[in-house]
Structure formats: C-alpha cells, structure tokens
C-alpha cells in the first residue's frame, strides 16, 4: 500500500465521518427540540415554527435529509472526482436547509455553528482532494 493510497482512504473515512457528525447533529437538535415548552404542542397543531406542516413541507424536508445520508455512502463508492462535485452541491444546500429551520433558542446557535463548520470542513477537504499520482 503506498502513501497515495493510504491517503485516498484517511480522506474519504474523515469525510464520511463528517457526514455521520452532520447528520448525527441533525437529529439531536430535533430532538433537543421536544424539550422546548410548546414544541409538541406546536407538532400536534401542524403548525411549526409559524409554517403550516404539509405533505410538501414533509417530502422536501425528507429528500433534504437522504442527501448527507447518501453521502455517507457516496464518499465511500464514488470515483474521487464524483465526491467533489457532490461535496460542493450537497453541503450548501445541506446547510441552507439546516439553516431555514428557523431560530428559536441559544441552543439553535451552538447547533448551526457546528453544522457551518463541519459542512466547510467537508467543502474545504473536497477542494483540497488531490488526485493520486499514477506514478505511486
């Protein structure tokens, strides 16, 4: 195994791991979320955040978390090159989605400042993604 390879494989179990963190912070903030006073109250009247819950609103946020989950995978599977361009699409519109979510607390603070520097994380490695010389 040369240096190149051994690389190639820190870079794409560092960046699947940064996905699983993403993903990983995504679902405890909505859970952190049920502790607030009137969250649930607000689920159970369809109306969060002062946005009526729709099958739309559902189906969007749905795709919009199979995105970093399948980048788990794809930053495992895919040729190098795929991963980048996916890494530069997925991670914005990740942290867009994340972001939209609304403010409700200093807890949503702390938690989208994590996901800001975990999603410019995975972008910046993506980036900086060489690729292996044929040489090696």
């Not at 690389?7 to 952190?32: A, C, G, M, P």
């Not at 890494?87 to 989208?112: N, Q, R």
């Amino acid at each position: 195994m040369n240096i190149n390879t051994i690389n190639e494989y820190r870079t794409r179990s560092l960046q699947s791991t940064l996905w699983v963190f993403f993903f990983l912070q995504v679902i405890f903030k909505d859970l952190h979320d049920f502790f607030r006073v009137g969250m649930i109250e607000e689920i159970l009247s369809g109306v969060v955040n002062g946005n009526k819950v729709s099958e739309e609103m559902l189906l969007v946020g749905g795709i919009m978390l199979q995105l970093p989950l399948l980048m788990i995978v794809f930053t495992k599977v895919l040729p190098r090159q795929a991963v980048r361009v996916l890494t530069f699409i997925v991670a914005p519109l990740a942290l867009l989605a994340s972001l939209s979510m609304g403010y409700k607390d200093m807890d949503d603070a702390l938690f989208y400042v994590v996901w800001t520097i975990t999603l410019m994380t995975v972008v910046v490695m993506a980036a900086r993604w060489k690729e292996a010389s044929p040489l090696d």
